[in-house]
């Protein structure tokens, strides 16, 4: 057991640590992904190496060598200051690892630049209707038609898809393939005619999801990465990494440390919440839960650094348990609040700008995606503890 | 940066994984369980050294850390290997090396085994009822519930006012009381003390809190390998057994409960290596963790407990197989040492939450 990092890693932290009090003020605020601001500042975090730090030079990148632990002394300076980190979304955490392990040189040059930039928007169009858990009955239909793919069929949980410029998508190619060998990644402008996008209004009142819907979209043959009926493996090369980073421990620890504040400054006839002894053991319980949380992420993060040593299970109920544990923290703080933990949006007593609801809300929402909680059940038993998997039914003849 | 055990310690493991599966099987335990002592088993475990780990090299030990200790531990949980374990080579060793008396040759039998030292923490843990622990002078008086193992050849006694004592076994104003519980892997004993010659370890609360600490991770490790162990039996049995043609592991609703088990326990081996390291490494962090690893594990141990016992069905619930020693043990470490509500409440003290 050795916690200790290399005294260069301090250095580095300090390097970090100056760079956001001298430039802090230049970062954009809320989460704006068009504006200049935005643009801008994740220009000079490219420049210094704060974001898009892997991502080789010559498509715009920083070009570092991987180093995970200067990536987490960047995320944990840059949570501690409440700095805006750079931009995010589909296309630079899930596409742009996507091309660079699948894409060719072309598709490379041609669209890693400009995402990194801000200066192109994707959307992600992987679930349908149809295929959810399932995601590999998809039936989305891609047909070649001389030298283009005609597109016909429903994108569904597709978010940004009203803003988006363009959509990496997968679609069945090969309707006689085995389902898994049918499916092809395709890149296409979402202003391609025959595109119709409708807003998903969900629980938080918000249109955080879209419906996507194409009719004789033609899309030129040569804008597929991967092989024909590949489409499943690209689309696998990076969806693992997706569901780690979910609901990570240090940010339940921040949940966890707002509720203690909230719990000290709340009174129900006169009493502080904290000195109720049925509310303070929940809150216990979960401060217990995070910290068994915090110590399996530093397993993890010791395995991919000591190569050889076994994790174990640990990073594989990460989703599970951390996306649960989010929903129990930020639905403690509702039930310690009572009517005021109902508070919504412009409500005068709302407490944490309405972060509570909110949260509560948006983390039952990524129990269910991801890989809905059943499915990582699924996944922990069958791949993790060697349990049979369950016996396909025959189809109806 | 290294999270984990070290190549030395995987091999400590090892070792006494392979001991135990020789001497502690559950036939071995039965035997135990139904009137038998525990002798060999502790003679053997000594000529691996556990019971010197923690005592100082200069005493004779073997000078070890608390993680070294909680790895033992998780060992025994894994094996309901009946032992003194918990009171002669954890809790004893840590009281004496703290304490500002010459307690050389104590500590040398310890560690080659030859003398075992019980623990009657509970009431100044949380004292229950007419149970109290008080000393006048030098002689003790009152009366400690539930003291563990019940062939001490003395016993480290904390008294109402945290102070920690030891006094012998063979003291004619002792009465030693062997009362049953569910758990059959460990025996405690009821202890009246009439005017009991008692001889001062130290009147420092710090050093009382230093070995509750390292007791309760000792504990949590062993509830850790128990549980485990209840885990790995309940995915054998459904990979094994068929039901509708099938094996019932293939059912979701019992791999659920698989996947449940496992992803609740995962995190709880990693709590309790940062337990234990933090013991010798972070003390600013010792405590709250101590008492959030011990309230956690118990936690989660009733869960595995109760539903690896639902996985097996009906035969769970019979002595052929056995799994209820491993049910009790778990039940029998949630209560030891403090019960997660009053060890959760401890953390929030701790931290300046709330006053005690």
Known sequence: ?397 | MQFGLSEEQIMLRDNINRFLDDNSSLDRVRAFADGGDDADIWAGLAELGVPALLVPEEQGGIGLTPLDAAIVAECLGAHIAPTPFLGTAVMAPTALAASDGDHDTLLAEIAAGTHRVGVAFGEAVKRRNDAHVEVRGEHMFGKSLFAFDANADSYLVADQNKHLYLIAASDPGLQRTHLTTVDKTRRTVELTYDSVAAQCISRDVKVFEAVLDIGRVAIAADTLGAAQNMLDQAVEYAKQREQFNRPIGSFQAVKHMCAEMAAQLEPCRSMVWFAGHALAELPEEARVTACHTKAHLAEVAQFIAKTSTEVHGGMGFTDLVGLHYWFKRCGANRQWLGAPEFIRQEAAVLQGLVKD
Not at chain 1, 192 to 212: K, S
Not at chain 1, 296 to 308: F, I
């Open chain 1, 1 to 397: 057991m050795d916690l200790s990092f290399d005294p260069e890693y301090e250095t580095f932290r300090s390097e970090v640590v100056s760079f956001l009090a001298s430039n802090a003020d230049k970062a954009p605020k809320g989460n704006d992904l068009r504006g200049d601001a935005a643009k801008g500042w994740q220009k000079l975090l490219i420049e210094n190496g704060y974001t898009c730090r892997t991502i080789p030079k010559e498509f715009g990148g920083y070009g570092a060598e991987p180093d995970i632990i200067k990536s987490r002394i960047i995320a944990e300076e840059f949570s501690k200051a409440r700095v805006n980190a750079g931009l995010g979304g589909q296309g630079i955490s899930m596409l742009v690892p996507t091309l660079l392990e699948m894409g060719t040189q072309e598709q490379k040059e041609q669209f890693i630049q400009p995402t990194i930039m801000g200066e192109m928007l994707w959307c992600q169009g992987y679930s349908e209707p149809g295929a959810g858990s399932d995601l590999a009955a998809l039936s989305t239909a891609a047909v070649l038609d001389g030298d283009e793919w005609v597109i016909n069929g429903q994108k569904i949980w597709t978010s940004t898809a009203q803003i988006a410029d363009w959509i990496f998508c997968l679609v069945r190619s090969e309707p006689d393939a085995p389902k898994h060998k049918g499916i092809s990644f395709l890149l296409f402008d979402m202003k391609t005619p025959g595109i119709e996008v409708r807003p998903l209004v969900d629980m938080t009142g918000h249109a955080n999801f879209n419906e996507t819907f194409f009719t004789d979209v033609r899309v030129p043959k040569h804008q597929i990465v991967g092989e024909r009926g590949q489409g499943w493996q690209v689309a696998n090369a990076i969806l693992g990494h997706e569901r780690e980073t979910l609901a990570p421990a240090n940010t339940a620890q921040t949940r966890v440390n707002a509720l203690v504040d909230l719990m000290k400054n709340e009174t129900a006839d006169g009493a502080r919440l904290v000195d109720n002894p049925v509310y303070r053991d929940r809150l216990m319980k979960l401060q217990g839960k995070v910290m068994a949380m915090r110590f399996n992420e530093l397993r993890v993060l010791s395995a991919r650094l000591n190569p050889g040593q076994d994790p174990g299970l640990a990073r594989m109920i990460s989703k599970l348990e951390g996306t649960e544990l989010r929903h129990d923290i930020e639905g403690l703080a509702i039930d310690v609040m009572g009517e005021i933990g109902l508070a919504y949006e412009d409500n005068p007593h709302l407490r944490g700008s309405g972060s509570w609801q909110r949260e509560y809300m948006y983390y039952l929402g990524l129990i269910i995606g991801g890989g809905t909680s059943q499915i990582q059940k699924n996944i922990i038993s069958e791949r993790g503890l060697g349990m049979p998997r369950e016996p396909k039914f025959e189809k109806a003849s």
